[in-house]
């Protein structure tokens, strides 16, 4: 079968966990070009197989999946990593946030959650899960709390709906859905929030978005 769709390379110590979800994955039309069972060896592969995605776990032997993190952006900042991981705290989502992960997911997602968020990986965008964009919203909101609204960005009505949407960790296929708008132009209201903004993602227009008390 023609396999279509981005690249992956799976970083897991868990050797059953990682067969599964590597089956899982190409069934539906991800190729995984490599598989490493430690972080270390996961930084020694990525320029040889170059894959699209890394989809990497956080709690490997060795080094950190944080630690590891640090290291792929340092070499190969063009690279995009999604955490895959049983660790929902809010430490745990921060730190591998600003280690430069661009999604996060939890392990005991739908198989079809994790793909969606390889593909909007490759696709450029930041992709939370439902679950940890909530814990995200929480942790950012608590030191925030008698903070003023400061300057706000002009964002129209539409904007902010969709801005909304997207510090919940909703996708741009469901922010279609739901305003009954077509993808195309929800991706054109979500480059002009970044833009307004003044920040690089998704994630990071879901942390402004909280701080100014704009959602």
Do not use: W
Not at 14 to 26: K, P, S, T, Y
Not at 33 to 42: D, T
Not at 146 to 169: I, M
């Amino acid at each position: 079968m023609l396999m279509k769709g981005p690249t992956v390379m799976v970083v897991d110590d868990h050797e059953l966990f990682r067969g599964g979800l590597v089956g899982l994955l190409e069934e539906r039309g991800i190729r995984v070009v490599a598989e490493a069972a430690m972080a270390q060896q996961a930084i020694g592969m990525v320029d040889e197989r170059n894959p699209d995605v890394i989809l990497m776990d956080l709690n490997m032997p060795g080094m950190s999946g944080v630690e590891a993190l640090q290291r792929l952006t340092a070499i190969a900042p063009l690279k995009r990593v999604v955490v895959i991981t049983v660790m929902a705290d809010e430490e745990s989502v921060m730190d591998a946030l600003l280690a430069g992960a661009c999604g996060y997911v939890l392990k005991d997602q739908p198989i079809d959650q994790i793909v969606e968020s390889i593909r909007a990986a490759a696709r450029g965008e930041s992709l939370l899960s439902p679950r940890i964009a909530s814990r995200l919203v929480r942790r950012i909101r608590e030191p925030e709390d008698t903070d003023s609204h400061g300057s706000d960005p002009q964002l129209t009505a539409r904007e902010l709906e969709v801005l909304q949407l997207v510090a919940q960790g909703v996708d741009n296929q469901e922010i279609a859905r739901s305003l009954y708008l077509s993808e195309h132009t929800v991706k054109n209201h979500v480059s002009n929030i970044l833009l307004k903004l003044q920040v690089e993602n998704r994630i990071q227009a879901a942390v402004r978005a909280v701080r100014g008390r704009m959602v």
